[in-house]
């Protein structure tokens, strides 16, 4: 721990970080540009400097230094004396942001970035109210330079986050610095697009509205969002991200900082593929089918229904004839809440864990980094959850089966009374697997979020809701487990799963995942306490 | 409407075309990779060997740089934007670069900058429909004791008056150096003649060059 000290102020800090972190760490909202934690220093922007003690060369006697040096690369020293809040500073940053703003071309109204611009909240904190320059501005083009963003030029203040963005984290370099000193532009070779599978971090980290997501493109303001914080359920890996809605519509998704699996990234599948959970086909609404008559049913009355047929068939044909197959898209506190009813129901029964969708091979990034290298990691696995479900079926004890051993059992004619969740965002219940599950239970409840194959036959179909709604915890591919909120309202019709369970499951009242998380953690005491990585402040990054 | 975009995703070289570096470049660029720990250093030697050998740098030519450096055409347009001594279009047999920097500009730089113009009906950064004259700005010449000054290709004039532009085009030798050329970067076939345009400055001689 080194201690310095900043406007007078003595911070502790740790050891061998800059003086900009430690400021920025300890709350000063020091205006910087391209200065990034997870990126190389350049010290270009020039905006973060600072006036710092040093001995004088003659008296040595500490003396403020006669010029301004950059905090974001200036590591920290005990003892080191330095500040932000003198007129030399503050005048520094006002003529930079004036040169910042020269050939802006001012254009808030129509640019998405506004609300969340750097360049705003900088300006309106550090700059001055109106411009001197009365020269013709210079005005760089708009370059579509990739499928996903669309770049300003106009609007870049070349801080060159996206360049070393390019060629640090994803390793593609196919950005770059065209020109220079004030015909410095940013751009791609052409016809070599910026084209990769992380790409749209590139719009995250552009403190201006120089980069934009054309998905987002003109679509909504940033202050209208009601933002949740959420897990992302693209794979395993379960990256931190901030669901941007707005009456109940999520229109972005955005990563947020959490050292411990993702940094401040996020892949593109990730940040692009909720679209699913607007999608029209979704289940609609609960529906009991009796030979051929189809009845919607109330929410209310499903509980009851429910434990009463699962009772009466345990009785008829015994508790071994039911199986449940839980999702590795659920939930922990819904497999554990569907566990224990199946459980209650019938202690002898089967529980499966659904397919996990995988695919080749892990991407890794940079491209081609292996072990220490590696900043940011894409899983092959296609789901959120599989080590969350596992856990809560290994400590469901009993019959345990894998999807294979289920389908060949079910098709033995094994199970007479199944439970099924899906909730994948892709088909996932191939014909042949739904054929040979067809007609071999009495009592079958199918819940799923888009129709499958078995809900023709299905006793019941309950409809999922996507993890955008939902509200839980999912356990990554390293066993760590994080929390995630519900973002918007479940479609019409649809309820919570986790609030459908928690009443089938016996209890009363409102289902909430930290409630859940207490009743588990009687027999798993790593569900006592699940906490979400800590929020950054305000242009902390 | 001006909200219109550049379209920076459609390739700019023809598909399958022939390579534009030859072998003899290619081995010049080569034979500078065990100077340096990396390839990618070997980046401005090797565009200066293909500036001087096809008198600029297309763009295919730094996807082939590219190529043999193993680095991303990307890092090479960076390089080539950067410094405005190499060209990405055919540029003129010589190159008239005027100083837009402060000592010349106050010693009357943009006054010779204008006769220029007037004298060879260009603007900045054209060439003369004969193929003589390309005219640039640079924004220092490294002569501001000898301001206003002018490049012609590698010959440094000093001190002109917007009155002396007239005799210094009339003079056929007004791109002619004091001293010899630099063979550093020449990737020419044994007897080709060295090309027009081939001015070559001579800062780089004796540096780098032990065997």
Not at chain 1, 244 to 271: A, F, M, S, T
Not at chain 2, 136 to 156: F, M, R, W, Y
């Amino acid at each position: 721990m080194a201690k310095i000290t900043i406007d007078n102020k003595e911070v502790e800090c740790r050891d061998g970080i800059t003086v900009l972190q430690a400021a920025l760490e300890a709350g000063w909202d020091i205006p910087h540009y391209c200065y990034h934690p997870g990126l190389s220093i350049v010290a270009s922007c020039r905006l973060c400097l600072m006036e710092m003690q040093m001995p004088h060369p003659k008296t040595g006697e500490m003396d403020w230094a006669p010029k301004l040096l950059p905090s974001c690369q200036t590591p920290v020293k005990d003892g080191m004396v330095v500040r932000f809040n003198s007129e030399t500073v503050k005048k520094n940053q006002r003529d930079c942001m004036e040169f910042f703003l020269l050939n802006h071309p001012l254009d808030c109204p129509v640019c998405d970035q506004a609300g969340e611009c750097y360049l705003q909240d900088y300006s309106y904190r550090f700059g001055r109210a109106e411009s001197r320059m009365v020269d013709q501005k210079t005005v760089n083009p708009k370059k579509d330079i990739g499928p996903r963003p669309l770049l300003y030029s106009d609007r870049c203040v070349i801080c060159s986050r996206c360049v070393r963005f390019t060629r640090e984290i994803s390793g593609t370099f196919e950005l770059h610095v065209t020109q220079r000193g004030s015909r410095s532009e940013i751009d791609v070779f052409p016809g070599r697009p910026l084209d990769n599978p992380v790409q749209g971090n590139v719009v995250d980290i552009c403190p201006v509205g120089a980069l934009l997501d054309k998905d987002f493109l003109f679509k909504k303001r940033a202050w209208e969002f009601r933002p949740a914080n959420s897990i992302c359920p693209g794979c395993a890996r379960g990256c931190s991200i901030r669901i941007d809605q707005d009456e109940d519509v999520v229109y972005r998704l955005k990563p947020r900082y959490n050292p411990k699996v993702n940094d401040w990234w996020i892949c593109d599948e990730g940040r692009f593929g909720y679209k699913y959970i607007h999608d029209e086909s979704r289940v609609k609404g609960p529906i009991l089918r009796r030979g051929q008559s189809v009845t919607r049913l109330l929410w209310e009355e499903i509980p009851d229904i429910l434990r009463f047929r699962f009772q009466e068939h345990v009785e008829k044909h015994g508790g071994d004839k039911v199986a449940a197959v839980l999702s590795p898209f659920m939930a922990c506190e819904e497999a554990w809440l569907l566990g224990r009813f199946i459980r209650e129901m019938a202690p002898q029964a089967a529980l499966a864990m659904g397919p996990v969708p995988l695919e080749d091979e892990d991407q890794r990034f940079p491209v081609g980094a292996k072990g220490e290298a590696v900043k940011f990691e894409i899983s092959k696995e296609k789901c959120p959850n599989r080590r969350g479900v596992e856990a809560i079926l290994e400590q469901a004890g009993g019959t345990v089966l894998a999807f294979e051993d289920f389908i060949e059992k079910a098709g033995a004619d094994a199970f007479s009374a199944a439970w099924i969740v899906g909730g994948y965002p892709k088909p996932w219940l191939e014909k042949a697997v739904a054929k040979k599950l067809s007609g071999k239970s009495e009592l079958l409840v199918v819940q799923d979020i888009f129709p499958n194959d078995l809900m023709a036959e299905a006793t019941f179909v309950l409809p999922a809701c996507s993890w955008a709604e939902r509200e839980g915890c999912f356990m990554n591919i390293d066993g760590l487990i994080q929390p995630f909120d519900w973002a918007i309202h479940p479609p019409d019709g649809v309820k919570r799963d986790g609030q459908y369970l928690f009443e089938i499951a016996g209890y009363t009242g409102l289902y909430s995942g930290k409630r859940v998380r207490e009743l588990m953690a009687a027999t798993m005491p790593a569900f006592a306490e699940v906490l979400a990585a800590p929020q950054l402040a305000a242009h902390a990054h | 409407m001006s909200w219109k975009a550049i379209d920076r995703i459609s390739p700019v070289i023809e598909k399958d075309a022939p390579p534009l570096l030859s072998e003899v470049v290619r081995g010049k660029i080569r034979s500078f990779f065990p100077r340096y720990e990396t390839k990618r250093a070997a980046l401005l030697p090797a565009l200066h060997i293909v500036q001087d050998a096809l008198g600029h740098v297309p763009y295919q030519a730094m996807v082939e740089i590219a190529e043999l450096l193993e680095i991303h055409p990307s890092d090479v347009l960076d390089t080539v934007s950067f410094y405005t001594h190499f060209w990405t279009h055919p540029k003129g047999e010589r190159v008239i670069t005027v100083c837009r920097s402060i000592s010349c500009e106050v010693m009357g730089g943009a006054g010779v900058l204008e006769e220029l113009k007037k004298q060879l009906s260009i603007g900045e950064h054209e060439t003369t429909p004969d193929g003589r004259y390309s005219l640039v700005t640079e924004e220092c010449l490294a002569g501001c004791d000898h301001a206003p000054c002018l490049l012609i290709n590698e010959k440094l004039h000093k001190r002109v008056r917007p009155q002396d532009v007239a005799k210094i085009l009339a003079d056929q030798d007004n791109d002619r150096l004091d001293v010899p050329r630099s063979t550093l970067f020449d990737a020419r076939e044994e007897g080709e003649a060295p090309a027009a345009a081939k001015q070559q400055s001579t800062f780089m001689e004796g540096r780098g060059t032990k065997e």
